[in-house]
């Protein structure tokens, strides 16, 4: 009888003791294979991005997927300005004594080169145009070079951006699209833009404008 009693208490004891560990066990396992099986849906579920740029027809895919590389992973840029041409052919020698030639300013954007050389940015610029008033710009880049991977190089390109000046729509944004031309040399850069006559409420003339930048 007496080992009946102390064979019963020793089962007691030993189930005080093993059963809490084995829930402490089983509580812990559980979020862990709880997170697998997150882990696994996530892995088998694509992750939906803002932009689908594999959606697009080829050219725009390839803007897109540069556009958004630059800006998560672009370097520093340093945008410096410039100078203003003003076409003396478009121009009357009285008008053209009115310009300002000296657009100095300066801005600030992140650039990222593509496997195949080309040049991707983003960018935001504040400069004097030529009524002696502050253009603002904010805007993307992008250039292709020959050589294409070159450090010193010649390149092509466009940029598309959202400006605001007070000779158009009393300052209120407005977008437009220019292109660009370009000499490389090493992280430096001038750059170029051709801005046509279009009316005369906008522009009574052509003019160029050149300004440039650094990659760091």
Same mark, same amino acid.
């Given at each position: ?13 030993? /189930? ?7 829930? %402490? ?6 979020? %862990?294979?709880? !997170? ?29 997927? &540069? ?9 520093? !840029? ?5 100078? !203003?041409?003003?076409?003396?052919? !478009?121009?009357? =020698? *009285?008008?053209? *004594? *009115? ?33 002696? =008033? ?18 010193? /190089? ?14 158009? %729509? ?10 660009? %031309? ?6 430096? *850069? ?9 009316? /005369? &409420? ?15």
């Amino acid at each position: 009888m007496n080992i009946r009693i102390g064979l019963a208490r020793i089962v007691i004891l030993a /189930a005080c003791v093993l059963l809490p560990q084995a829930h %402490a066990q089983s509580v812990s396992q559980a979020p %862990a294979a709880a !997170t697998d099986a997150d882990a696994a849906a996530d892995a088998s579920t694509p992750r939906q991005s803002w932009l689908a740029c594999d959606r697009m027809w080829q050219w725009a895919g390839a803007q897109c997927a &540069g556009l958004k590389d630059a800006w998560h992973d672009g370097s520093p !840029t340093l945008y410096l300005s410039g100078y !203003t041409w003003h076409d003396p052919g !478009t121009y009357s =020698k *009285e008008k053209l *004594e *009115e310009f300002n030639d000296r657009a100095w300013g300066g801005g600030f954007g992140w650039s990222k080169d593509a496997a195949n050389g080309d040049n991707y940015g983003w960018y935001a610029l504040v400069f004097r145009d030529s009524h002696y =008033k502050y253009t603002k710009a904010i805007g993307w880049s992008y250039v292709t070079y020959w050589p294409p991977t070159n450090d010193v /190089a010649l390149g092509v390109g466009y940029t598309a951006f959202f400006a605001s000046r007070p000779d158009i %729509a009393n300052n209120w944004p407005f977008p437009a699209a220019l292109p660009l %031309a370009a000499i490389k040399i090493h992280r430096v *850069e001038l750059l170029g833009t051709f801005i046509p006559k279009l009316n /005369a &409420g906008i522009n009574h003339g052509d003019v160029a404008y050149f300004f440039g930048r650094y990659r760091f």
